[in-house]
């Protein structure tokens, strides 16, 4: 077991959750109580709060939020549903992780998940921008490092030339890599240009390329394009790829592990 002195950090989607339990559950918070609660800064807070009020999940008020307690039971069941299909992508992901290997994770919630399913006894070297993955596989026997760079808050990652450099001066066995979009015409695509300059970084200086997307970034396309098919070696996703698609993957020789939920 790999022994840690701290509790796990929450990941975005789980301290929303955590959000609208207590915002319901007190008929209204402020947001120096959730931060009290949760600790997180105001920031992230009011940051989550307005998110939520976008999806009508809370109403915000000057200074917090109330209920809207008719959305509750809906946001529960779609978390739950989220998190079943990261860690069935993880599970199949994290076999990918053979004995004394390299391996790079880039950041994101699905990449931390596979991190989370990797065994506690298996011995490998890790390189990370992402924190909460350098978090989860400390203490075992793992060789785990971050790349170092500037903490890029809103992405959740570390990011700069200092990333770059680490990244560059590496040669990894496998990758596992995060998108926002993976469309038919053989791009695979994400929300930001530092996160984009960094997966190509990451995909060029691996053996093999191991994309995990859950099914809503199918047949999607995103701001960025950091990669085609023919720089990938295998996609997981929880739910069947449709037909177009997985036609798409298959002409470049992309391996697909998909529909993978009961």
Do not use: W
Not at 58 to 78: K, L, S
Not at 132 to 157: C, H, N, S, W
């Amino acid at each position: 077991m790999r022994q840690r002195s701290a509790p796990r950090v929450m990941l975005p989607d789980e301290r929303k959750r955590e959000i609208v339990q207590l915002v319901t559950a007190r008929d209204g918070c402020s947001v120096e109580e959730l931060a009290s609660q949760l600790g997180v800064s105001k920031t992230t807070i009011r940051r989550d709060l307005n998110d939520l009020d976008q999806q009508n999940l809370v109403d915000r008020t000057h200074g917090g939020a109330i209920p809207v307690v008719d959305r509750v039971n809906e946001y529960e069941q779609r978390t739950i549903q989220n998190r079943e299909a990261k860690e069935a992508i993880a599970e199949r992901a994290a076999a990918e992780v053979h004995e004394e290997q390299v391996v790079a994770f880039d950041s994101g919630s699905t990449t931390l998940e596979v991190s989370r399913q990797t065994p506690d006894d298996l011995s490998f070297a890790v390189l990370t921008n992402h924190p909460m993955i350098a978090y989860e596989l400390g203490g075992g026997p793992a060789d785990v490092r971050l790349t170092g760079g500037k903490f890029e808050l809103e992405q959740e990652m570390l990011v700069g030339p200092l990333v770059e450099t680490a990244v560059e001066r590496m040669n990894f066995d496998l990758a596992f890599i995060g998108a926002e979009g993976i469309a038919a015409d053989a791009s695979v695509t994400t929300a930001f240009h530092d996160a984009a300059k960094i997966k190509r970084l990451f995909i060029a200086n691996s053996r093999r390329s191991v994309v995990v997307a859950d099914g809503s970034k199918l047949d999607n396309r995103s701001v960025v394009e950091f990669c085609d098919f023919s720089e990938i070696d295998l996609l997981v996703t929880e739910v069947p790829v449709p037909p177009d698609l997985r036609g798409a993957l298959l002409d470049y020789d992309v391996a697909v592990a998909d529909d993978l939920t009961p």
